[in-house]
């Protein structure tokens, strides 16, 4: 089970290696730096403006071709802050998203038996396409597990991945460690098994089932779900979809979700649409949950990189293009559309899984359009990528329901440095 740490170099993240492959003692390092700007988040005027750090050094031991010890330091932090008409960032705040001065990050040890591979300490998780579980590397801080997991199965043929974990909440000022915090998903208990297909159905099938825990909130959520990565004449299909069952908040839970996308490559470019569906509660007061868990996901790259929604309650259309061009500049432009499935009876969530919006009367369902753009290309050797965004959110009528409305807008610029 290959660690994975950066990711998705198109919305400001890249693909980077955790392990060490060559015997002996290694060490290693990243840094990214990244200034935010955001105007009207909360549609009253107000703006933020502030500029992001992160330094990670990486020590790897491996004794020999089977197992291997692996220790990443994280420094992470926030600097220029700046607040006009919004309530500020809370940079000492447990769990913590923007800050963690110098902390573990990761530390496991992993033995590789042959066709079985275990992992034992704290270590991140990138499951299917990150819908559902990921390890969150837009965020300062990312998202790492204490777990145990194992991966069994021949390369090329079926693989199966269990774990059981529990997710690592961040203190900015001391050590990363299991205390309560009074989070619902930071304090759950998350175990699952995870099983790749490599060739059923004419293509690759994914399908797993995740277990979330949290007793002090009275949640026992059970996730089933499946996806289908196939050829579809000249495109890529990529279905997906999932079904929960169990307790939330001590309530009956049921829910579910659909992804349906479709991809072409063509030359130097790329063309995808896709369509995702999150169920929601039809009625807070009937005894039951029908808002999806959106459990632990890598929601930035998929329902705008402006961060505004979540797998949850939500009607989703996304066109996205992608081109080269020149021989480095990566270009990318999307376009997203957004409705709540239960508009009346349910709230609007942003990425975090917060809700931002309820409405106490009937409202208009469509919640606004998002145009993403953003251009990355690598320098020096490729050892730099150097990405720039623009957002800009198009309140829809539920907004004017709701008030206040209006738009809102995004840029960023990040410079990243990585070694490998």
């Known amino acids: 089970m290959a660690a994975i740490g ?31 700007s955001k105007q009207d988040f909360d549609f009253d005027g107000g703006e933020q403006t502030y500029l992001l750090t992160q330094l990670r050094l990486d020590f790897g031991y ?67 396409d990150r819908r559902l579980v990921a390890s969150l590397e837009w965020v300062n801080t ?42 619902r998903y930071f304090d759950s208990d998350f175990h699952g098994a995870f099983v790749t297909e490599p060739e059923l159905l004419s293509g ?7 277990y979330r825990g949290n007793g002090d909130f009275d949640d026992r959520v059970s996730t089933i779900g499946a996806r289908l990565l196939r050829p579809l004449a000249a495109w890529q299909l990529d279905l997906q979809s999932a079904y929960q069952f169990g307790d939330f908040d001590g309530l009956d839970h049921s829910a579910y979700m659909l992804h349906v996308g479709v991809d072409r490559n063509f030359g130097s470019g790329r063309w995808s649409v896709a369509y995702n569906l999150a169920s929601g509660d039809k009625d807070p007061n009937d005894g039951d949950h029908g808002t999806f868990d959106n459990l632990y996901p890598l929601n930035h790259p998929y329902y705008g990189i ?59 369902s469509h919640v606004g359009d998002e145009l993403d753009i953003t251009a990355s290309v690598p320098l020096a050797a490729e050892r730099f990528t150097l990405v720039v965004g623009v957002s800009r959110f198009f309140g829809g009528r539920y907004l004017r329901d709701t008030g206040p409305d209006g738009d809102a807008n995004f840029f960023f610029v990040q410079l990243s440095y990585s070694p490998r």
Request: aromatic share 14%.
């Open 6 to 36: 950066l990711l998705l170099c198109g919305s400001g993240v890249c693909i980077a290696q955790d392990s060490f492959e060559d015997p002996g003692f290694h060490f290693d390092g990243s840094f990214r730096t990244r200034y935010e």
């Open 306 to 364: 402006m961060d505004l929604f979540s797998l949850q309650n939500m009607h989703n259309l996304e066109l996205i293009y992608a081109r080269t061009l020149g021989e480095r500049l990566r270009l990318q432009v999307g376009w997203q559309s957004f409705w709540l499935n239960e508009e009346d009876t349910d709230a609007w969530y942003n990425a975090a899984q917060a809700p931002l919006r309820r409405a106490d009367a009937a409202v208009d």
């Open 204 to 210: 690759q099938l994914e399908y797993w089932y995740f």
């Open 142 to 183: 990312a998202r790492v597990h204490d777990a145990v997991s194992f991966s069994f199965g021949d390369p090329g043929a079926r693989r199966i991945e269990l774990f059981a974990s529990k997710l690592v909440a961040v203190d900015p000022h001391h050590l990363n460690d299991q205390s309560t915090v009074g989070n």
């Open 62 to 128: 491996r004794p020999n071709e089977r197992s291997n010890v692996f220790v990443q330091l994280q420094d992470a932090r926030i600097f220029g802050e700046s607040m006009t008409g919004a309530p500020p960032i809370n940079a000492d705040a447990v769990p913590n998203i923007y800050v963690d001065h110098l902390d573990f990050h990761q530390a496991y040890f992993e033995y590789d038996f042959g066709s079985t591979a275990l992992r034992v300490g704290r270590q991140k998780f990138n499951l299917a």
